[in-house]
């Protein structure tokens, strides 16, 4: 699995009669870049700098992250997981009005009580900008590399930059403070390492055990691949982080933690109709749809089988970084019944794996549309929280899984324009 260094000069949008020219890319991402900074600027003014505690500020899901790590820090760890003694605390040094109706417990494994272990050593403000901060560096980063954008042309990297940045799983994630981004820093630098680094993307993946539903096509993808080394080191670092977890926060928190997540599952899946308008699932789609739980959670079951076959066919076959990137994000977001929308900005991944193989191998009809609004579902799943209808952003995703097997097929029979591996221009 090779990086390659691709001037996306070539292929992005100069295309003769193409209607996404590089232009329109600047254009376009600059706009959407200009609107968020705007949307910041109306909320720091409607809340007084972001003084007002009456209305929800940045930051409303990282209260529930600062707050267990104040507990863990002085009631011990089973408190992070009693919504009794954890609301308080939200409420007193969060960015959600006490009586805002905000329901935010604590979902999370034993595992990622260390991610926010250190967090109340910084009052609550600063504590979001340095967790935000650093993950969407991480995250940045590790997405410019899987672009190959390391030296590009001057035009083409203010317009890649500014899509980049304009990506609405990124603001999203970064403004209600969640941890997207951290775990979409870790997959994509995993996967940027594996080719000459196989151990310490092992490592990286091991670290995913934060957050395991967004893992677990992880071994599948790397088996299928035949990555022995990176499979051996994330196995022994997922093991190792759940023992320490285990020794340092008490062997209680496991049960705990599976007694508050079936819980909030079962009220999701048999109530939470306003959750489902942003949770681009399958259980989320046939329960919109009035389907019952058992049929929603049977049809997710042969999705995630399917999800699964694709994955390891891409990744047994092909060793394009772009190409595997692509296929383990979709199908990461794909296999779990629990996605929410600012998750999706591990579709960042799959916009920039696709991306490069279109810029090394040709772009396919209709491909770039598919990009564009893969690139716009984060705001549209977000919006249908206002509108609530129905949403087709599970089929929206399989979309995405489907073009990355075409272009895998193409790929593996020559007949992309331009084949093999030299940059072509479209």
Not at 5 to 17: D, E, F, V
Not at 382 to 389: I, K, P, R, T, W
């Amino acid at each position: 699995m090779t990086l390659h260094r691709a001037s996306i000069a070539t292929t992005l949008p100069t295309a003769r009669g193409h209607w996404l020219t590089l232009e329109r890319v600047r254009l376009y991402a600059g706009a959407m870049l200009l609107a968020q900074c705007l949307i910041v600027v109306a909320w720091a003014w409607i809340t007084r700098g972001f003084t007002v505690d009456t209305i929800v500020r940045p930051g409303a899901d990282f209260s529930v992250f600062w707050s267990a790590s104040h507990l863990l820090r002085g009631a011990g760890a089973l408190a992070v997981y009693d919504y009794a003694q954890l609301q308080p605390v939200i409420a007193a040094h969060g960015s959600v009005p006490p009586d805002s109706g905000f329901y935010l417990p604590w979902l999370y494994p034993p595992t990622f009580l260390w991610a926010v272990l250190p967090l109340s050593l910084l009052p609550f403000a600063w504590s979001y900008f340095a967790f935000i901060g650093l993950s969407a560096a991480g995250y940045v980063a590790a997405l410019l590399r899987l672009a190959a954008l390391a030296s590009p042309p001057r035009a083409a990297r203010v317009a890649m930059m500014l899509a980049l940045l304009a990506f609405p799983g990124l603001f999203l994630a970064a403004t209600i403070g969640q941890n997207a981004l951290l775990t979409a820093a870790l997959a994509a630098w995993a996967l940027v390492l594996l080719p000459r680094r196989p151990l310490l993307a092992g490592v990286l993946i091991g670290l995913l055990a934060i957050k395991p539903q967004l893992a677990l096509m992880f071994p599948v993808a790397l088996i299928a691949g035949r990555e022995w080394r990176a499979l051996a080191a994330a196995a022994i670092t997922a093991v190792l982080l759940a023992a320490a977890s285990v020794a340092a926060f008490g062997w209680q928190t496991v049960p705990a933690f599976l007694s508050a997540s079936a819980h909030v599952s079962d009220m999701l899946v048999r109530e939470g109709i306003r959750a489902w308008y942003v949770s681009p699932t399958l259980v989320a789609s046939v329960r919109l749809a009035g389907g019952s739980p058992a049929l929603a959670y049977a049809l997710q079951a042969v999705l995630t089988l399917a999800t699964m076959g694709a994955l390891a066919c891409v990744w047994r076959h092909h060793r394009e970084t772009g190409l595997r990137t692509a296929a383990l994000a979709l199908a990461a977001m794909l296999a779990t019944p629990y996605l929410w929308y600012y998750e999706l900005a591990w579709l960042g991944m799959a916009v920039a794996g696709l991306a490069v193989e279109g810029v090394r191998r040709g772009w396919m009809p209709a491909e770039r549309l598919l990009l564009v609004a893969l690139w716009c579902m984060p705001m549209l799943m977000f919006a249908n929280a206002l509108v609530q209808q129905w949403q087709g952003g599970v089929q929206l995703l399989a979309l995405g899984m489907a073009a990355v097997l075409r272009r895998a097929w193409r790929t593996g029979t020559g007949s992309v324009k331009g084949g093999g591996t030299e940059y072509v221009a479209t």
